[in-house]
């Protein structure tokens, strides 16, 4: 229950973009979105709208907090790996920057209360 937790505090925001990414294509869907969960299946989004996920809530093994800093400013995410460590889904929260490139208080302390809340390194 800890994932669908998690997974329910990050969609509620808005403008934070759920990436699925493998070496063929790249899914993107943009919050705030619905969850619920049946079984071991998360649906994330409406699943008769034009985008939502399905998630295997069996093989997602844990999830990590990353701030990532790149020369024009820093990315913040929350990244879901299998047990091979490999990222099944990430949650990066956008729009965390003003006009000046300046850091938005109230973006980063969402951003921490969850990692707060949750801490940076979580196993499920």
């Known amino acids: 229950m800890l994932l669908l937790e998690l997974l329910s505090d990050i ?33 994330v989004g409406d ?11 069996e093989l997602i093994k844990s999830a990590e907090f990353v701030k990532e800093e790149k020369p024009e400013r820093t990315s913040f995410s929350i990244r ?4 091979n460590n490999d990222r ?7 729009k965390m920057y003003d006009d000046s490139m300046q850091l938005i208080d109230e973006r980063i302390n969402l951003y921490d ?3 707060k809340k949750f801490s940076s390194k979580i196993q499920f």
């Open 113 to 115: 209360q969850l990692n």
């Open 47 to 57: 699943n008769d709208g034009p985008a939502h996920l399905h998630i295997n809530s």
């Open 88 to 94: 099944i889904i990430a949650a990066f929260f956008t």
């Open 11 to 43: 969609v509620k925001n808005d403008d934070v973009l759920l990436i699925v990414k493998n070496s063929g294509a790249v899914s993107e869907v943009r919050s705030p979105l619905s969850i619920r969960q049946k079984e071991k299946w998360i649906t």
């Open 80 to 83: 879901f790996f299998d047990e």
